[in-house]
């Protein structure tokens, strides 16, 4: 460690991006209480779950998952806030990698040949400087040896922000707003569709038939967190 590194922890020292607390020498990002509190859904592991459902009759996912399940004023609020509005890209890349290796050990996702990040608009990604998705995606995709392209799918479309819309809201919203740039790099390729958080599944649904409808042959699914809500 150099000087310049010392001297910030020892001013400035590393907390975790979950809870707060002080990290310790031995963890990173996460500290090992929060690693062991964090409601992991472990999706990945499981022949049938919720997920596997909640876009039955619009959507078939060969393989769907997400991370953690996802409450407000949570844990897990605090992680993707931290990701999205923070600057903390490298708390993407921690999420991405756990639940990466979780997927690989599972052997549902061994198919997969492309990862594929949910996009945001040019004009929220120069505001906020970079699309929070991408960072989780490609590290996932690292884990796989697979390529991840955040230039297949745009967002042409700008939306307000969908917290306080119905399901039905979210999805006039983003009906649409998403475009295929490069057709030919898809068709007949197994797809893991990556985003952050899955609230009523509208977004995913928007991107899944851009893909589908240009020749994508099966699709496969990973979020970061899916709101508890969604099951109610």
Known sequence: MSLMNYLIDLFFPPQ???CAS???????????ACRHQLPV??????EDHPLQHLFFGRIYFVSPTSLF?????SRVQKLLHNLKYKQQKSVGTTLGLWLGREMKASKRFDKIDLVVPVPTHKKRLKKRGYNQVLPFAS???????????DTILVKIKHTKTQVFQTK????KSVVNSFQLVKKDKIIGKHILLVD???????TIEAC???LLDAGSKHLSLATIAIASSVFR
């Open 168 to 171: 039905e809201e979210r999805w």
């Open 208 to 210: 899944s038939k851009v």
């Open 22 to 32: 002080i990290l310790k020498d031995n963890e990173f990002q996460i500290c090992v």
């Open 69 to 73: 399940y996802f409450q407000k004023h």
């Open 16 to 18: 975790c991006q979950a």
């Open 139 to 149: 590290a996932i995709a690292k884990v796989f040896g697979v390529l991840c392209d």
């Open 41 to 46: 859904t472990n999706y990945h592991f499981q």
């Open 196 to 202: 952050d958080l899955i609230t009523t599944g509208a």
